[in-house]
């Protein structure tokens, strides 16, 4: 589950880094180094967090009658 929870969070994190990169890029605009390093930490931290509520849910619905 944690593998599948993963790679979830990993799809989600690459379709928000894109869906958030874009505008900000659209003018020929720069990013800010700041922004760069929020943009770069999405991915990863959503890859994290979804391994952590997949495995949460799957204990829970395990432990449910």
């Not at 999405?42 to 979804?50: D, E, F, I, S």
């Amino acid at each position: 589950m944690a593998i599948l929870g993963l790679f979830i969070g990993l799809v989600a994190g690459a379709l928000l880094t894109s869906a958030l990169g874009r505008p900000m890029v659209a003018g020929g605009g720069d990013i800010s180094i700041s922004a760069g390093i929020l943009l770069g930490m999405v991915m990863p931290v959503l890859g994290v967090a979804g391994a952590v509520i997949a495995v949460i849910i799957d204990r829970k619905s395990r432990d449910a009658p």
